[in-house]
T-cell receptor
Framework: NAGVMQNPRHLVRRRGQEARLRCSPM?????VYWYRQLPEEGLKFMVY????????ESGMPKERFSAEFPKEGPSILRIQQVVRGDSAAYFC???????????FGPGTRLLVL | AQKVTQAQTEISVVEKEDVTLDCVYE???????LFWYKQPPSGELVFLIR??????QNEISGRYSWNFQKSTSSFNFTITASQVVDSAVYFC???????????FGKGNQVVVIP
């Protein structure tokens, strides 16, 4: 049973470019969560999605960040016009309908030059 | 809002020693889940254990054990007979029932010296 898949594992962007991070949940899971890990801030919740719906985006920055989980395909976290402060590890997690335990992917390390 | 505190930042132990990680949490809700996750040097986050707020029974799973005490809002985690592969950052986390947002502590860096 494959775990949560994230790609790319490493992503380098220049300031002003767009970053797209992909997440495929575990088989049978329909709930996806995104977290960001910054060196001094730790792991912080960003957004919670189910298929075609954003359930909770209370942790998402107001500008430049968006997330989707389409009916078909992976969940996408999109960061427009990246800045150096966006450099971080971005983790995706998924859970089943009990929503009790979130299983994490390996993360995407974003570096903004 | 819920809060998780892991006071110890880095803990070094010699292989085969036991190591206990402290976690204190704050929440006004009565129904919640507590977790421990491990982040090895390779960077992924690995789920270790989950406890429900209504179940204070402490258990042992292999070399892992945990001590959940609602009276003191603590959820401590012990690794028995540590091994070098246990070297990692360990995160305590809390989520409210029906909320889904994991609130993480800042983590404990465990270094096991051979």
């Amino acid at each position: 049973n494959a775990g949560v898949m994230q790609n790319p594992r490493h992503l380098v962007r220049r300031r002003g470019q767009e970053a797209r991070l992909r997440c495929s949940p575990m088989k049978g899971h329909s709930h996806v969560y995104w977290y960001r890990q910054l060196p001094e801030e730790g792991l912080k919740f960003m957004v919670y999605l189910q298929k075609e719906n954003i359930i909770d985006e209370s942790g998402m920055p107001k500008e430049r960040f968006s997330a989707e989980f389409p009916k078909e395909g992976p969940s996408i976290l999109r960061i427009q016009q990246v800045v150096r402060g966006d450099s971080a590890a971005y983790f995706c997690a998924s859970s089943d309908d009990t929503e009790e335990t979130q299983y994490f992917g390996p993360g995407t390390r974003l570096l903004v030059l | 809002a819920q809060k998780v505190t892991q006071a110890q930042t880095e803990i070094s132990v010699v292989e085969k020693e036991d190591v206990t990680l402290d976690c204190v949490y704050e929440t006004r809700d009565t129904t919640y889940y507590l977790f421990w996750y491990k982040q090895p040097p390779s960077g992924e986050l690995v789920f270790l254990i989950r406890r429900n707020s209504f179940d204070e029974q402490n258990e042992i799973s292999g070399r892992y054990s945990w001590n959940f005490q609602k009276s003191t809002s603590s959820f401590n985690f012990t690794i028995t007979a540590s091994q070098v592969v246990d070297s990692a950052v360990y995160f305590c986390a809390l989520t409210l029932y029906g909320n889904n947002r994991l609130a993480f502590g800042k983590g404990n860096q465990v270094v096991v010296i051979p």
